[in-house]
């Protein structure tokens, strides 16, 4: 079975300043990890994800993430914020040999960009 | 290209009612899943279809939820009776070929319908 923790279910931050999204993953198998987000009133879009090629993976909109096993993580950040990153990101990981491709979501992080 | 369609949009009912909430994917994903999203949570899989057959319903509580997609293109989920905890956002998504392990996990979803049980 697979999970995943987001650490955190808000973060405030100053435009123009570091947004680092905490996600922890738990696999019994190697495996895929998403970051989705959700502006206000809509659904979710994939932002990145990760499937066993390199471990540093880029995203629309700046966003990056790192895969690292040793820690089990997958934390999500973007090097200067702007206004428009005011939404919910979820992280989510699935097992890519099992059928299907359920997704398994995080609780959700719920970012507020400050002027 | 038209995303994910969902309708109605809102909904509120008293409890012990019944609602349908209705999902038009993506032209030619052949995967589609409803999942319940309740407020402050991460989206939880009730139920998954590739094509008109269900390929997972193991947290879709079957004594009150139905769903069908029985020309393997739209789908309808029915809560009845409805129950408080019901209240959440029912998101639709859809896939292109959930045996694709280059797409895996790459899921296009529509708005959501909220629904508000009272």
């Known amino acids: 079975a697979q999970s995943v923790t987001q650490l955190g279910s808000h973060v405030s931050v100053s435009e123009g300043a570091l947004v680092l999204l905490r996600c922890n993953y738990s696999?019994?198998?190697?495996?895929?990890l998403f970051w989705y987000v959700q502006y206000p009133n809509q659904g979710l879009q994939l932002l990145l994800k990760?499937?066993?090629?390199?471990?540093l993976v880029k995203g629309i909109n700046g966003f990056e993430a790192e895969f690292k096993k040793s820690e089990t993580s997958f934390h999500l950040t973007k090097p200067s914020a702007h206004m428009s990153d005011a939404a919910e990101y979820f992280c989510?990981?699935?097992?890519?040999?099992?059928?299907?491709?359920?997704?398994?979501f995080g609780g959700g992080t719920r970012v507020l960009v400050k002027p | 290209e038209a995303g994910v369609a969902q309708s109605p949009r809102y909904k509120i009912i008293e409890k012990r009612q019944s609602v349908a909430f209705w999902c038009n994917p993506i032209s030619g994903h052949a995967t589609l899943y409803w999942y319940q999203q309740i407020l402050g949570q991460g989206p939880k899989l009730l139920i998954q279809?590739?094509?008109?057959?269900?390929?997972?319903d193991s947290q879709l509580p079957k004594d009150r939820f139905s769903a069908e997609r029985l020309k393997g293109v739209d789908s309808t989920l029915k809560i009845q009776p409805a129950k408080l905890e019901d209240s959440a956002v029912y998101l639709c998504?859809?896939?292109?070929?959930?045996?694709?392990?280059?797409?895996?996990?790459?899921?296009?979803f529509g708005e959501g319908s909220r629904l508000t049980v009272l």
């Open positions: 279809f590739q094509n008109n057959g269900v390929v997972d």
């Open positions: 696999s019994s198998v190697p495996p895929y």
């Open positions: 998504a859809s896939s292109l070929d959930r045996s694709r392990t280059d797409i895996r996990g790459e899921l296009f």
């Open positions: 990760y499937t066993s090629a390199a471990t």
């Open positions: 989510a990981v699935s097992a890519p040999k099992a059928a299907g491709n359920k997704l398994t």
